[in-house]
């Protein structure tokens, strides 16, 4: 046992989803451990990463360790590029949350009722109402700033602050919105428009994934939180490598290795594996756990993105802030949804002629040139579009490469089906009729089912243990003590950022344990 101790809760992960429930157990005075597989980044050497980073290239949170995360994925033929795992997550105190961008949407009413209202993907066991209070919670927690649109999703609180203004040209959308008949709105920011928690408003520094003075939020905040109440500890560089259960259904401890070698053992009440949605499949099939109906691992999905982009004739004058401030849900949701799944759009200005000449080859005048020409010109539009549940789509354990403790590492295989397609060539149309309507010319398509960096699924929650593996409790079927927090128990992804409906199933996760038997 790690220093003969026993805990009333183990986390493993201290990305957004272990620490808001970490957090929420601590201060209410149960002892908490926290093991986390990376190590801590100290907040005052931002400057310094983003330096490296730009001077040399070094990578911007240089936190990959060769002999403890490695991967295997084959996904080229149904994506057409190899999916790096390593650039869509971040192993440390924090997760992803360390480098995300920092937007952040409600799920819609409707995005936990597709099989029933669509006849595709698979009904939650829960509904938006049944979580509603706690996305407000969790985006009081996070800090979360914007403007309830007409069509957003009803809530019942306020928004902690309010949105950003929108970039200049932007203003060019809303006629484009007036003239075609639909509806653009602002985005949801989990970055500060005023101070807010101690942190000051965002600077507009244009470099939104190391915010240089945390604006943006992390979840390392709460960490640091739970372990200011003293009853939570931090164990980092320690991997949680296998889950013991008896015969009963009770885990008897976690066996975790750090990075020098050490073997510890973690006793604890109840256990929450948050190790985000592929290492916490992997967990639970090294342990062989979870898998009594062969769901474990199966049904992972993604965000995709695709886009277009064209010119205007006057500059719009990009590059002020590092993100974008407008959104479009015209096409989200409705009767063609029972063709193709969820499309939301967003517009973009971020395009460095620099860089595009450099890859056509252009040195000299030539290239500064095309700066002169095309600098501020380019108009883009992004949509962010729902990837179906597929039982091909999975994390399985690879049979060829294993990491530092001789450990499986995990094989990662995205399957796309025939929706998923009809998907990306919807948003392709609609994205095509906007940037006409906006006067752009030689508009170009980016190459479909780009990655959002939003892993979802292998671990879905279901009433019958049959079709997932946790409960709407999200305690593993079969278990008594293990949970999973996290997107890793998503029956759908919808076509909107994950990070607020999991911080929210995280907090009534926490809740669930902290009431009475």
């Given at each position: 046992m790690l220093g003969g101790k026993h805990f009333d809760v183990c986390v493993i992960g201290s990305g957004i989803a272990g620490a808001m429930a970490a957090h929420r157990l601590a201060a209410a005075g149960r002892s908490v451990v926290i093991l986390e597989a990376g190590k801590r980044f100290n907040r005052g050497e931002k400057l310094?990463?983003?330096?490296?980073?730009?001077?040399?290239?070094?990578?911007?949170?240089?936190?990959?360790?060769?002999?403890?995360?490695?991967?295997?994925?084959?996904?080229r033929s149904a994506l057409g590029y190899d999916y790096r795992l390593n650039r869509s997550r971040v192993k440390a105190v924090g997760g992803s949350t360390l480098r995300w961008?920092?937007?952040?949407?409600?799920?819609?009413?409707?995005?936990?009722?597709?099989?029933?209202?669509?006849?595709?993907?698979?009904?939650?066991?829960?509904?938006?109402?049944?979580?509603?209070?706690?996305?407000?919670?969790?985006?009081?927690?996070?800090?979360?700033a914007g403007v309830q649109n007409p069509s957003d999703p009803p809530r019942s609180r306020p928004l902690p602050m309010g949105p950003f203004p929108a970039k200049y040209g932007e203003d060019e959308w809303f006629k484009v919105a007036d003239r075609m008949g639909i509806e653009i709105g602002y985005s949801l920011h989990a970055r500060n428009s005023a101070p807010y928690d101690r942190r000051p408003a965002c600077a507009a520094f244009s470099v939104c994934e190391i915010c240089p003075i945390g604006a943006r939020y992390s979840a390392d905040i709460h960490v640091d939180k739970a372990l200011a109440t003293g009853s939570a500890e931090l164990f980092e560089n320690t991997v949680a490598r296998r889950v013991y259960m008896d015969a009963s259904g009770e885990v008897t401890g976690v066996l975790a290795t750090t990075t020098e070698g050490e073997d510890v053992e973690v006793s604890a009440d109840n256990y929450i594996v948050a190790a985000h949605a592929i290492e916490t499949a992997r967990l639970l099939l090294l342990s062989e756990i979870g898998n009594s109906s062969d769901q474990l691992g199966r049904n992972l999905m993604e965000h995709w993105y695709t886009g277009a982009g064209g010119f205007v004739e006057?500059?719009?004058?990009?590059?002020?802030?590092?993100?974008?401030?407008?959104?479009?849900?015209?096409?989200?949701?409705?009767?063609?949804?029972?063709?193709?799944?969820?499309?939301?759009l967003s517009f973009i200005d971020r395009r460095d002629p620099l860089q595009s000449?450099?890859?056509?080859?252009?040195?000299?005048?030539?290239?500064?040139?095309?700066?002169?020409?095309?600098?501020?010109?380019?108009?883009?539009?992004?949509?962010?579009?729902?990837?179906?549940?597929?039982p091909d789509s999975r994390v399985t354990l690879s049979e060829t490469e294993v990491d530092q403790f001789?450990?499986?590492?995990?094989?990662?295989?995205?399957?796309?089906?025939?929706?998923?397609?009809?998907?990306?060539?919807?948003?392709?149309?609609?994205?095509?009729?906007?940037?006409?309507?906006?006067?752009?010319?030689?508009?170009?398509?980016?190459?479909?089912?780009?990655?959002?960096?939003?892993?979802?699924?292998?671990?879905?929650?279901?009433?019958?243990?049959?079709?997932?593996?946790?409960?709407?409790?999200?305690?593993?079927?079969?278990?008594d003590n293990l949970f999973l927090a996290g997107s890793s128990v998503f029956p759908t992804g919808g076509g909107r950022q994950p990070t607020l409906t999991l911080a929210a199933l995280s907090l009534r996760l926490a809740d669930h344990l902290l009431s009475p038997a």
């Open positions: 310094t990463q983003l330096r490296r980073h730009e001077i040399l290239r070094a990578p911007l949170w240089p936190w990959e360790d060769e002999g403890r995360d490695g991967f295997v994925v084959e996904s961008g920092g937007l952040i949407n409600r799920y819609w009413e409707s995005d936990f009722r597709t099989a029933s209202m669509y006849g595709h993907g698979m009904d939650w066991p829960i509904s938006y109402a049944d979580i509603e209070s706690y996305v407000c919670e969790a985006e009081a927690e996070i800090g979360v006057s500059s719009i004058y990009p590059y002020r802030i590092g993100f974008e401030t407008l959104e479009c849900n015209h096409w989200y949701d409705g009767p063609d949804r029972r063709d193709r799944g969820a499309i939301k000449g450099l890859r056509e080859g252009l040195l000299g005048a030539d290239l500064a040139q095309k700066d002169c020409d095309e600098f501020g010109r380019w108009v883009g539009v992004a949509a962010e579009i729902e990837h179906q549940p597929n001789g450990d499986p590492v995990p094989h990662v295989q995205f399957a796309i089906n025939d929706v998923d397609r009809r998907t990306n060539d919807a948003a392709l149309d609609i994205i095509q009729t906007l940037l006409e309507a906006r006067g752009c010319k030689d508009i170009e398509a980016i190459p479909g089912f780009v990655r959002a960096h939003h892993h979802m699924g292998t671990c879905r929650m279901s009433d019958d243990p049959a079709d997932g593996v946790v409960d709407a409790d999200c305690r593993v079927h079969g278990s």
